[in-house]
């Protein structure tokens, strides 16, 4: 899945979004929402807190434009050179306290950047991710029945994985 959504990003880094409910629905797993102008998958994630989740997802049959929110910068890699990271870095001895300054100084630069394609041998930001309290779909019968089918696929590769996972 990972890498199919990497190709559809790679032949067009444009308004991107991805999009993660930090509120589980019913103790179970997390949804997320990666978006396009032109399409929506519809993920579930087993853990926000590991560094490699385990995710499962599929695209769904959902008008774009339903999840088309332009108040937060589009999620992509944004090339970072030297003189950026470099500019970033000192101002982080600058501002040792204030994490407000620094994480506006931080968008600043990095949405002044469009998002690319990334190619080896380079450095990148990587997001963003926004996370919410909200759960990102909208829930109608067609999400929540996909929602609940992709659960039970995550429950069944737990299950291969954790032999003790209930």
């Known amino acids: 899945m990972t890498t199919n959504l990497f190709e559809r990003y790679s032949a067009n880094s444009r308004n991107w979004k991805f999009v993660v409910s930090v509120s589980q629905l019913n103790g179970n797993f997390y949804d997320a929402l990666v978006s396009n102008p032109n399409e929506v998958w519809q993920l579930k994630i087993d853990s926000i807190y590991k560094p490699n989740p385990l995710i499962v997802g599929t695209k769904v049959d959902v008008d774009p434009v339903k999840f088309n929110d332009n108040t937060h910068m589009p999620f992509g890699y944004r090339k970072l050179d030297l003189k950026k990271i470099g500019k970033i870095l000192s101002n982080i001895s600058e501002t040792d306290e204030d994490t407000n300054t620094l994480n506006s100084y931080i968008t600043s630069i990095i949405s002044s950047t469009e998002p690319e394609i990334p190619t ?35 429950k069944d590769k737990l299950r291969l994985l954790y032999s003790g996972y209930g």
């Open 120 to 154: 080896p041998n380079n450095s990148y930001a990587y997001g963003p991710f926004l996370f919410t309290q909200k759960n990102p779909i909208k829930v109608d019968e067609y999400q929540k029945n996909v929602s609940d089918k992709l659960a039970n696929r995550l």
